[in-house]
Nanobody, 123 residues
Framework: QAQLVESGGGLVQAGGSLRLSCAAS????????MGWFRQHPGKEREFVAA????????DYTDSVKDRFTISRDNAKRTVYLEMNNLNTDDTAVYYC????????????????WGQGIQVTVSS
């Protein structure tokens, strides 16, 4: 019943911006935290950003601090990732995730995952 669907990915030139969206559906689906992870080719999935759904607390990995902004719209049941000043190192498949408890970088507390969406940054 619960589902996460990412959108907004694509190809962008280095220095440009892109906004990812993650829409949650399901009548009884009520996560406490939502976050974004990404996976580079040949690498393990890594944490990008997370946000608490009952407050304004957010967390970012060092490589995206001051460039990415995670936000939420609970009425639309949607979480966004605004990505600015993109560089080629940001090229990856981005995954939306939903979980429980306080903000965490651990994937083990994210029980629901989207299918992933490709972001490619060209130089």
């Amino acid at each position: 019943q619960a589902q996460l669907v990412e959108s907004g990915g694509g190809l962008v030139q280095a220095g440009g911006s892109l906004r990812l969206s993650c829409a949650a559906s399901g009548r009884t689906f009520s996560p406490e935290i939502m976050g974004w992870f990404r996976q580079h080719p040949g690498k393990e999935r890594e944490f990008v950003a997370a946000i608490y759904l009952s407050g304004h607390a957010a967390d970012y990995t060092d490589s995206v601090k001051d460039r990415f902004t995670i936000s939420r719209d609970n009425a639309k049941r949607t979480v966004y990732l605004e990505m600015n000043n993109l560089n080629t190192d940001d090229t990856a498949v981005y995954y939306c995730a939903a979980g429980t408890g306080g903000i965490t970088r651990s994937p083990f507390r994210y029980g629901y995952w989207g299918q992933g969406i490709q972001v490619t940054v060209s130089s």
